[in-house]
Each structure stands twice: as structure tokens, then as C-alpha cells.
């Protein structure tokens, strides 16, 4: 399969192999532009890519699409979803409108554990529909990749229900997917803490892992939730096992997550809402010894709980790096749209177009250790991009806050 795309009115990419690295502070304002340019695939991976002078003559054997006006950008990576439940929140939705904040329905019984009992009682196949006709849709705004989240389960059988929706789902769509056993999520009505710690830790994680189901684990460690010291616990478990820890963390309060997941070797810590001093300089810290893990914000959370945008710019101008998800579940951020991710981000968190776009891509690939295969257009990478309407400058995607002008997304060329 060799596709050569041309007469584009640009690329945001770069003809030579570039690091691979996350893109740090003011690295993330200028990503490598190429005008006027043509980009050949093969076999659905990025051969070369340069300016329409260099473009070759001899067309003999190739698929050639002539695209003028039209921009090709790296495809983006959601590396936090929770993108398998089985329906919509609609009465918390309403009683949050009424009054009730996120807390106080999840005190009610209502919540998280309110998508377990949905995920109980569906069944594997009606689930794995759901879950492609959403790709489907997070694909239509720019999503080449996505992370996917257990964590409705809350029982070792239901949790592995989830996860083998996600390994189906991997076999019958092309986008890549991760699969992360969110194994400390709530609380069961009448659990004890201590006791299911250990059985998500020992007994589920080692099961879970040799079915092949488990890339990343993941912690909601909140005031309420879950500890610094179950953050630990799990991480300890699964380094063991060779598998890398994400967290959810600061979302409502600081409680020594960031820490937690920086000594546990995280990849990415999630969330961010509420940052204090002590927080950034951790993270600052991490980073500044080579082994700090991605802060990822989440601004459909802040905006449809309606609590703080992650500070991304202060976050930024420290010198870090950071990525943005969608977090699309039930029941903080019902929806997909990494597009209008990144209209937030530069709306709300007052990111400029090129630091949203590598938080969207670049660093949402380390977020996920796929930082070597994709996130980037240039030679080697696979050819995850978007390809937009004609426009001046691809600024009018985030520029627009409801309009989706990508069309189409391509995964591996197609
Ligand atoms: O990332 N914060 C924890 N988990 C999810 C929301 C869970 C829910 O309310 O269903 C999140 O926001
Ligand atoms: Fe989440």
C-alpha cells in the first residue's frame, strides 16, 4: 500500500526522524511546520514527507491524492477514557442541576457504583457494540488511539467483562487501544477498605494480567476513594508483573497522590485539578531526574462538573510537560471530542494552538509509552493523522468551539 498525499497546503511534521522525547515547556509552542508539502505512506506507516518542490515525478505504483488547501496533522491520542458502561447518568445529571454536588450522589449511593450495577447486569456483546459505535464517534474528532478504562466492575467477573470488551474491540476496529485495569475505583456498598485493596491487589491483578488483559493499571486515589498507600500497594504489584502505573489523582483534593504515583515510577498522573506549590515542585522534581510521569488534564471534567481547568499553563511555563484527554464516562465527562479538548484548552486553560496540539498528540503517546510509533508525523511513525477541510491555518480546529472541521481521520494511511 503506498499512498502519496500532495499538494497539501501543509504538515505539521517533520521530513527528518526527531526525538521521540516529551515535549517540555516551551518545546510544545512550535511544533515543526512544513508548507506546501506532500507526505508518502507505506504500508501504513510514514515514509517521507517534504516540500511540493521535492515531491517525486514518478507517480508509478502509487495511490495518489491530491489535497489542496487541505492540512495534515498528527491523528489524536486519548490516553484516558473510561469509554466502556453501559448507559448515560442523566438523573445524577439532574440532580446535580437541583443542587447535589458529584460528592453527594456518589454518598448516595449513586456514582460510580451506579455504572457497576449497569455493568453487572449487561452482557458482553451488547457492551462491545456500544463500545464501537463510540470509536466510531471519537474518531469523527480527530481520535487515532485510546486508552480504555475498567472500573465499573468493582467484582473481579465484571471487571474482566470490561476488559474483554476492550481485547474484542481490538480485533474488530483498527484504532489502537490499551486496555487499563482501573483496579481501585470505589468502594462497594459495605465493603471494607483494607480487605478489597487486597483482593483487587493480590487476587484479581495476577488473574487478570495472565489472561493478557491488563496494559496499565490505574488508582482513583481521592479523599473518600482510595490512599496514597493503596497507590503503593497496587503499583508495587503490578511493577512486578511488568506493568506500568496510571493514577487519577487531585481531581477534588491534594492528598499526597502526586507523590505516591512519582515514587511508584508512574507513567501518567490524571487529573490535576487542584495543584498546590508542594505538588508542582514534585512534579518538577520527577522530571527534572528523567523519571517524572505525564500530567494529563482533562477539560471536559472541569467543564461539565464544573470544577477548576488543570492548571496547564502554569504547568507548562514551569518547564513541564503535559497532555490532555477526553476522560469520556457517565458520569464527569460525557464526551469523546479530543477536538473540543482542545478548544478548551486554549479557551480555558489559555494554551496556545501548537501546546494543546502536543498535548493532544506527543505527549498524549508517552502518556501511553507509544511515544516511539506515533504522536508525531515524520519518517517511521505510524500514519495516524488528521486530515482537514481546506483552511488558511489550522488553527480554526480549537479556534471553533462546536465545529468540527477534520475530515477525515486515518489510521495506518487509511
Ligand atoms: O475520571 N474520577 C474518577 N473516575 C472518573 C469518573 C467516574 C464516574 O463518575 O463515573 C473520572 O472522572
Ligand atoms: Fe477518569
Known amino acids: 500500500m503506498r499512498i502519496r498525499f500532495t499538494e497539501l497546503a501543509g504538515v505539521v511534521g517533520s521530513p527528518q526522524p526527531l526525538a521521540t522525547d516529551a515535549l517540555c515547556g516551551a518545546e510544545m509552542a512550535s511544533l515543526p511546520v512544513l508548507r506546501e508539502a506532500f507526505v508518502d505512506v507505506v504500508d501504513g506507516r510514514i515514509a517521507a514527507l517534504g516540500p511540493m518542490a521535492e515531491c517525486p515525478t514518478d507517480d508509478a505504483g502509487w495511490d495518489v ?37 458529584y460528592h453527594d450522589i456518589a454518598a448516595a449511593g449513586g456514582g460510580i457504583l451506579n455504572s457497576a450495577a449497569a ?98 493499571v490505574d488508582v482513583f486515589c481521592e479523599a473518600n ?25 487531585n481531581q477534588f483534593q491534594s492528598i499526597g497522590g502526586i507523590q505516591a504515583s512519582v515514587a511508584a515510577n508512574a507513567r501518567s498522573v490524571d487529573h490535576l485539578e487542584v495543584l498546590t506549590e508542594a505538588d508542582l515542585k514534585s512534579l518538577a522534581q520527577a522530571w527534572a531526574h528523567g ?23 502554569a504547568l507548562i511555563d514551569a518547564g513541564l510537560p503535559l497532555a490532555i484527554a477526553s476522560d469520556c464516562n457517565p458520569g464527569s465527562a460525557p464526551s469523546s471530542d479530543l477536538r473540543m479538548a482542545w478548544s478548551l484548552a ?24 507509544a511515544e516511539d510509533r506515533m504522536g508525531r508525523i515524520q519518517p517511521g511513525m505510524d ?16 479556534y471553533f468551539t462546536s465545529e468540527n472541521r477534520i475530515a477525515p481521520t486515518l489510521i495506518y494511511g487509511r
Not at 488547501?69 to 491520542?77: D, E, F, N, T
Not at 490512599?227 to 503499583?235: F, G, S
Not at 477548576?308 to 499553563?313: K, S
Request: glycine share 6%.
Open 346 to 369: 486554549t479557551h480555558q486553560m489559555k494554551l496556545r494552538v501548537d501546546e494543546g496540539l502536543a498535548a493532544l498528540t506527543a505527549n498524549a503517546a508517552y502518556a501511553v509509552g
Open 383 to 398: 500514519a495516524h493523522v488528521i486530515l482537514t477541510q481546506p483552511m488558511a491555518d489550522y488553527a480554526e480546529l480549537p
Open 65 to 101: 491524492r491530491r489535497l489542496p488547501g487541505q492540512w495534515m496533522l498528527p491523528g489524536l491520542i486519548d490516553s484516558h477514557t473510561h469509554l466502556v458502561y453501559a448507559a448515560p447518568r442523566v438523573t445524577e445529571f439532574r440532580m446535580r442541576l437541583d443542587g447535589a454536588s
Open 119 to 216: 455493568i453487572e447486569a449487561a452482557d458482553e456483546s451488547a457492551l462491545l457494540e456500544l463500545l464501537l459505535e463510540r470509536l466510531e464517534k471519537a474518531r469523527a474528532t480527530g481520535t487515532v488511539a485510546a486508552e480504555i478504562k475498567s472500573g465499573y466492575g468493582l467484582t473481579l467477573e465484571s471487571e474482566r467483562k470490561m476488559l474483554r470488551v476492550v481485547r474484542r474491540a481490538r480485533e474488530l476496529q483498527p484504532m489502537p487501544l490499551w486496555a487499563t485495569f482501573l483496579a481501585l475505583h470505589a468502594l462497594p456498598k459495605g465493603a471494607d477498605l483494607d480487605t478489597y485493596v487486597e483482593d483487587a491487589v493480590a487476587h484479581w491483578l495476577p488473574v487478570l494480567a495472565d489472561e493478557g488483559l491488563v496494559d496499565f
Open 291 to 313: 523519571n517524572g510521569p505525564m500530567p494529563v488534564a482533562l477539560p471536559h471534567c472541569s467543564l461539565f462538573l464544573d470544577i477548576p481547568f488543570t492548571p496547564g499553563r
Open 225 to 249: 476513594y482510595f490512599r496514597p498507600i493503596d497507590v503503593h500497594q497496587l503499583a508495587e504489584a503490578a511493577a512486578k508483573r511488568g506493568i506500568p502505573l496510571k493514577a487519577h489523582v
